[in-house]
């Protein structure tokens, strides 16, 4: 079962509002990543938890905050976002971070609109 | 950010057309994965290749590692309207670095 779950699949949130992005999988995979993509271009990666330690962060704004409770969970906390933040974010994992032929399996996404 | 040099970037057709797609890139890498995407979805594995010469098939879809490991095509048969979406390629570089590289990505439209 290759399956990685993201809630919510839409969300619309005003620039003063608190939400929160959800992802969870159960493939026993032990790297977690956040990444954004806006239309028709790569995700880009923000995060990278390692062994649920947060080991890369692309110099993301700190409005964005990961949080990974567990291997299984990652969740990102989102606070005063501008407009510009507004695409598809994009939760990912893969058996670790390092390693030949390691796969990165997404999923679905979570449309953010931001007005 | 190092990027794959991935082309076409827009690709329109008829269905039952054939088409390639090409990464490429200057530097080895240990695996690259191809993944597809639909609007308002997150990529799809399609397929991930670690030889040098290695080729896989997937129905319609042939996919090719280079022999130095450096590039990398899709190659899709008779494509249906179905087929239409966003192709990513994705390289892993070991070593040090152990970066993930991506492509510029291919948006494919294949017309009824």
């Known amino acids: 079962d290759t399956e990685v779950t993201q809630t919510p699949k839409h969300l619309v949130m005003g620039m003063t509002n608190k939400k929160s992005l959800k992802c969870e999988q159960h493939m026993g995979h032990r790297a977690m990543y956040w990444y954004k993509q806006k239309a028709k271009k790569p995700p880009e990666l923000m995060f990278v938890y390692s062994y649920e330690k947060l080991s890369i962060n692309e110099s993301v704004p700190s409005r964005f905050s990961p949080e990974c409770p567990n291997s299984s969970l990652l969740n990102l906390h989102l606070h005063a976002l501008q407009p510009e933040d507004s695409a598809l974010y994009l939760c990912?994992?893969?058996?670790?971070?390092?390693?030949?032929?390691?796969?990165?399996?997404f999923g679905e996404g979570s449309w953010l609109t931001v007005v | 950010t190092q990027l794959l040099e991935q082309s076409p970037q827009f690709l329109s057709i008829q269905e039952g057309e054939n088409l390639t797609v090409y990464c490429n890139s200057s530097?080895?890498?240990?695996?690259l994965q191809w993944y597809r995407q639909e609007p308002g979805e997150g990529p799809v594995l399609l397929v991930t290749v670690v030889t040098g010469g290695e080729v896989k098939k997937l129905k319609r879809l042939t996919f090719q590692f280079g022999d130095a490991r450096k590039d990398s095509s899709l190659h899709i048969t008779a494509a249906q309207p179905g087929d239409t979406g966003l192709y990513l390629c994705?390289?892993?570089?070991?070593?040090?670095?152990?970066?993930?590289?991506w492509g510029l990505g291919t948006s494919l439209a294949v017309n009824p």
């Open positions: 530097s080895v890498f240990s695996s």
């Open positions: 990912a994992s893969s058996q670790d971070s390092s390693g030949t032929g390691n796969t990165i399996y």
């Open positions: 994705q390289g892993f570089h070991a070593g040090n670095n152990r970066k993930l590289i």
